[in-house]
């Protein structure tokens, strides 16, 4: 035997009204001038590129004179992969692929 419990205060919505208004989003920029090299890199890219691509395609851009600068900015290009992917601004792919939404 199948019982079936309905919730006596229950009222189903008035018809005619939406249940859920969309509001438009305003466009997002990003601040950090990394995060705009990076969008950049991604937006460029015809399929999902590993971070450390972008880590290493950002930094030739930079072309830091010593290689302990060079790792400094890879390191930093990487920090800023994560609050992008947060930030709905880049995707992730399997496990280390991006690209952007």
Same mark, same amino acid.
């Given at each position: 035997?199948?019982?079936?419990?309905?919730?006596?205060?229950?009222?189903?919505?008035?018809?005619?009204? =939406?249940? #859920? %208004?969309?509001?438009?989003?305003?466009?997002?920029? *990003?601040?950090?001038?990394?995060?705009?090299?990076?969008? @950049?890199?991604?937006?460029?890219?015809?399929?999902?590129?590993?971070?450390?691509?972008?880590?290493?395609?950002?930094?030739?851009?930079?072309?830091? =004179?010593? #290689? %302990?600068?060079?790792?400094?900015?890879?390191?930093? *290009?990487?920090?800023?992969?994560?609050?992008?992917?947060? @930030?709905?601004?880049?995707?992730?792919?399997?496990?280390?692929?991006?690209?952007?939404?």
């Amino acid at each position: 035997m199948i019982s079936i419990l309905i919730d006596p205060a229950f009222r189903p919505p008035p018809v005619g009204i =939406p249940a #859920r %208004t969309l509001i438009a989003n305003p466009i997002r920029q *990003v601040e950090h001038p990394l995060d705009q090299q990076i969008l @950049a890199v991604l937006r460029e890219a015809p399929e999902p590129v590993s971070a450390w691509r972008v880590a290493n395609m950002v930094a030739a851009a930079h072309k830091p =004179p010593t #290689r %302990t600068e060079n790792r400094a900015l890879r390191l930093r *290009v990487l920090s800023r992969v994560n609050p992008l992917v947060k @930030a709905k601004f880049a995707r992730r792919i399997g496990g280390s692929f991006l690209t952007t939404v």
